[in-house]
């Protein structure tokens, strides 16, 4: 189940605790950029590790098992992350360790087109 969809059902449960359709959809909306910035982060972290390898095949992995449409979906995604991702304020964002990062994503994002 996705997480928009548990957090949907999540939301359903407890309607009594919205005073309007606006602000639970404002929970929910909330509550899915939480959870998908925890998962980030921790698939993230993952990376820095001896087993970094492993990281990347078992992310191959995933998105093989997921459904065609779906692969598009998040593919499009990653290239939107990366345009993003780059056009963050340099003195905020980006230093010596992660400048190659920014660089990196904006070159992906404009062979994307996005």
Excluded: P
Excluded at 76 to 101: H, L, W
């Amino acid at each position: 189940m996705s997480i928009a969809m548990e957090v949907w059902n999540e939301a359903k449960k407890n309607e009594e605790l919205f005073d309007s359709v606006i602000e639970r959809d404002a929970y929910i909306h909330d509550q899915i950029v939480e959870r998908v910035a925890e998962l980030t982060t921790n698939l993230v972290e993952q990376t820095n590790s001896s087993y970094n390898a492993d990281v990347i095949e078992g992310m191959l992995l995933g998105i093989n098992k997921s459904h065609r449409y779906l692969q598009q979906e998040f593919w499009n995604a990653m290239a939107t992350i990366c345009r993003k991702y780059s056009n963050q304020d340099e003195d905020r964002y980006f230093d010596g360790r992660n400048i190659q990062s920014k660089e990196l994503t904006k070159r992906m994002a404009d062979a994307a087109q996005i």
